[in-house]
């Protein structure tokens, strides 16, 4: 028995039941190319701190032990549709917002949250919105190499730019050094290369990407050509119908998941 | 965009809480401005009458058809603009004692106006007017209203009354014309009769009677007259054809005659006797004598007429008796011409005068027809007029004696307590309802309005792109505790606004304000 196959054993007692690696397809092929897969036990292994419910409120994101409130059922709803469009493949997904202050960073940030819920999955939360950046804030070392400074210098180990974010299986990417025209990482080889690497670095794992606003149309055909899906996020009693569906004409129809409505106001306690 | 019922109130719900601050904002904006009215509202104070219009009361069957009784239903129809009207409203300016002070033409008529606004006259049913009149102090909303009622009856009565009396005087003025015409047409028909006797019913047929009597009567005379005249033309005639002496008769032919006789006996003698019997020979001598004579008588007329004397009566010749009678005829028959002429003459004359008498009638007929056609209208519409009469003045004593319409205070007046109309708990329930109301019909107006999508679903309806989910806010602990602390602070504000209201309702029911 391997050293992963004890790992797996393991977290199997603790946590019960995990769906048995074998089963996810494209597993073995992957841990053939790259020679060292990274695993949910490995990483479990690497998790430095694991972030309490009340820090993950104040950073806004949802934790799974809050299972009545009405967010967190509704990103858990959202992760199983994704997981069936998904075909139960790792996928890029990218989330965008019809415009800055619609709620995609926070999207983004949650669905990969809830990705990360399931034991039997990792989530990656790449920030590629350069020109507002987010997802350090969730990152304790904020300073480091981010997504650009990889696409700057490939010769950064992918594992440098790749941070715990204090939840489990849950890393994330930095923006990294801000950019003036972000269009032309975002194109580069470098970038696509970076997708690949991740995805055949963590084989059950889902990426998302952290998109700009859906008025950068630019980055966003270009991210969505990278991505497998994308969702666009609206905002209550911001966006009329005519704006979602000029947006909307930029995307493969084929690659969109849907439109997020967020924000809706709730009562807190109230259902 | 169609929403559910319960999509509108889950939506209006959670907006409501979205704009917290607004509707709080709204809430205590709209109860102040009630309270503010509340508060300035002036205390109204409202009295009413009703005044009963007896319709059918026991006069009217009695004097059906004698008097008639003044509509009752116009007098209610007519009640707001009688009193309303400037002559009651005058009166009650004075009674009402805003006249006091002295006010400009320009002023009493701007009272009048409020005062007629705070007015209300309302007909129930047919017969039953009712006057609501409000103001400020109950004492004189008291004194006006009952004033209202009772200025209202004394005028409607007045106004039957010289409206009857006008009737009447106006029926009795047309039946002296009509009299004085009647008279005028009586008294041109006597003079017409008087100065033309003829001109009587039939004058005009007797006329062409007697003109057809004497035209065929001298047509009549005149045939007589052509006969007479051919008969005297014959007459004429004879005699001028006609001997006046016929034969002469003598003494000669006389003894001729007498010879001629004797010697006819001598003959018949001499068959029987001879000549020498006694009578023939007496007879021979009587012949001879008679000879003898007749010779002398001869030889006496040849004498006589050689002297040239006319010879004696026996001796003369004798006159024509045809000729005689002819003459008598002829002067017969020009006595019978003459006659027949003057008869004619006669008969011309009265047919001259039978014309003109005729031309005579025929004037005086028209005239005669005229003035009795005349006489019959003016003396109908004149014994019309004198029925009229009677019974205009039988409905004007009615209305003097204040029988027939009559009206009853069916309820009176009553001095008002409490005031009437908005009070200020009206205000107070006012601003807190509409304190909710409004800041909600805005936010359900904004769902309507903006097109900025609220509602999930909306995107797919109209889009038909999925909405793959529909995020409810996600409350950080951090916003959860500014929340309360706002919430409480709101609460607070409500709470407030409702305890000052209600305090100033109190404050109003204990009279303080």
């Not at chain 1, 990483?43 to 409130?69: K, Q, T, V």
Request: hydrophobic content about 40%; charged content about 25%.
């Amino acid at each position: 028995m391997s050293k992963i196959e004890k790992a797996l054993g393991k977290a199997r007692e603790e946590h019960g039941n995990l769906p048995a690696l074998v089963s996810v397809p494209g597993t073995v092929m992957v841990r053939e190319r790259t020679g060292h897969p990274e695993t949910i036990s490995r990483m479990a292994m690497s998790e430095s701190r694991l972030l309490s419910a009340a820090d993950l409120s104040w950073r806004g994101i949802i934790h799974p032990g809050r299972a009545e409130d009405p967010v967190v059922q509704v990103f858990r709803e959202l992760r199983t549709k994704i997981s069936v469009q998904c075909q139960e493949r790792n996928s890029v997904i990218l989330v965008t917002g019809l415009k800055k202050g619609s709620g995609g960073s926070f999207v983004a940030r949650n669905l990969a949250a809830a990705f990360a819920f399931d034991m039997g999955r990792t989530a990656l939360l790449i920030d590629c919105d350069l020109k507002n950046p987010s997802v350090h804030q969730l990152i304790d070392n904020a300073s480091g190499p981010g997504l650009t400074d990889f696409l700057d210098d490939p010769n950064i180990d992918i594992g440098a730019i790749i941070q715990p974010v204090g939840i489990a299986r849950y890393r994330a990417i930095a923006a990294g050094g801000l950019r003036e025209i972000p269009g032309e990482y975002f194109n580069s080889q470098n970038m696509r290369r970076l997708l690949d690497s991740i995805r055949q670095r963590y084989m059950e794992r889902f990426i998302i990407l952290d998109g700009p606003p859906m008025q950068d149309i630019a980055d966003i055909q270009v991210l969505s050509g990278l991505s497998d899906f994308v969702i666009v996020v609206a905002r209550y009693g911001r966006a009329t119908n005519a704006q979602i569906e000029s947006c909307l004409n930029v995307i493969n129809p084929g690659k969109l998941l849907g439109v997020v409505f967020n924000d809706e106001p709730r009562i807190p306690g109230f259902g | 965009m169609q929403l559910h019922p319960e999509q509108v109130v889950r939506t209006l719900l959670n907006e409501s809480f979205h704009s917290r601050r607004m509707v709080v904002a709204m809430f205590v904006v709209v109860n102040a401005g009630m309270l503010a009215a509340g508060l300035l509202w002036p205390k109204g104070y409202s009295a009413s009458t009703t005044i009963f219009i007896d319709e059918k009361n026991i006069i009217q069957p009695l004097m059906q058809g004698a008097a008639v009784t003044t509509e009752v239903t116009d007098r209610g129809r007519n009640a707001r603009e009688v009193i309303l009207g400037r002559k009651i409203m005058d009166r009650i300016l004075e009674h009402g004692g805003w006249l006091k002070v002295s006010l400009t033409a320009e002023e009493q008529e701007r009272l009048i106006e409020q005062i007629k606004k705070r007015t209300t006259v309302t007909l129930l049913g047919k017969s039953i007017i009712r006057i609501e009149y409000r103001d400020d102090d109950p004492e004189r909303v008291y004194r006006t209203t009952q004033k209202f009622a009772d200025l209202f009856i004394q005028e409607s009565i007045a106004a039957k009354a010289e409206e009857s009396s006008a009737a009447f005087e106006f029926i009795g003025k047309q039946t002296d014309v009509y009299q004085d015409r009647l008279n005028r047409t009586e008294e041109e028909l006597k003079n017409l009769r008087s100065s033309n006797l003829e001109a009587r019913v039939g004058s005009d047929a007797e006329v062409n009677t007697r003109l057809n009597e004497l035209q065929s009567r001298i047509e009549r005379t005149n045939q007589e007259l052509r006969e007479a005249e051919i008969k005297g033309l014959a007459l004429d005639r004879q005699v001028s054809g006609e001997a006046e002496v016929t034969s002469v008769v003598s003494r000669e032919g006389q003894f001729r005659t007498r010879i001629g006789e004797l010697q006819s006996r001598l003959d018949t003698l001499r068959l029987a006797y001879h000549d020498t019997h006694p009578d023939v020979v007496q007879i021979k001598q009587h012949i001879q004598d008679l000879t003898e004579e007749l010779n002398t008588q001869r030889e006496r007329r040849v004498q006589a007429k050689a002297e040239g004397r006319r010879p004696g009566p026996d001796e003369f010749a004798m006159n024509n008796p045809i000729y005689q009678q002819l003459r008598r005829e002829q002067s017969q028959n020009q006595i019978v011409i003459e006659s027949l002429k003057a008869r004619i003459a006669e008969a011309q004359r009265q047919l001259n005068e039978e014309i003109s008498r005729g031309k005579r009638v025929h004037s005086g007929d028209a005239r005669l027809a005229e003035l009795t056609r005349d006489y019959q209208v003016d003396r109908e519409i004149y014994q019309d007029l004198l029925r009229r009469r009677e019974r205009a003045r039988v409905s004007m004593n009615l209305d003097s004696d204040r029988q027939g319409l009559s009206f009853k205070i069916q309820e009176p007046a009553v001095l008002p307590v409490n005031p009437t109309g908005l009070q200020f708990s009206h205000f107070m329930a006012g601003g807190l309802l509409f304190g909710i109301l409004i800041p909600l019909a805005i936010l359900f107006a904004r769902l309507h309005v903006d097109p900025r999508i609220r509602v999930g679903n909306a995107i797919s309806t109209a889009l038909k792109v999925p909405v793959a989910a529909v995020i409810p806010h996600f409350w950080t602990l951090r916003e959860l505790k500014s929340l309360r602390a706002e919430q409480f602070l709101l609460v607070l504000v409500v709470a407030a606004t409702i305890a000052a209201s209600a305090t100033l309702a109190l404050l109003r029911v204990l009279k303080v304000l």
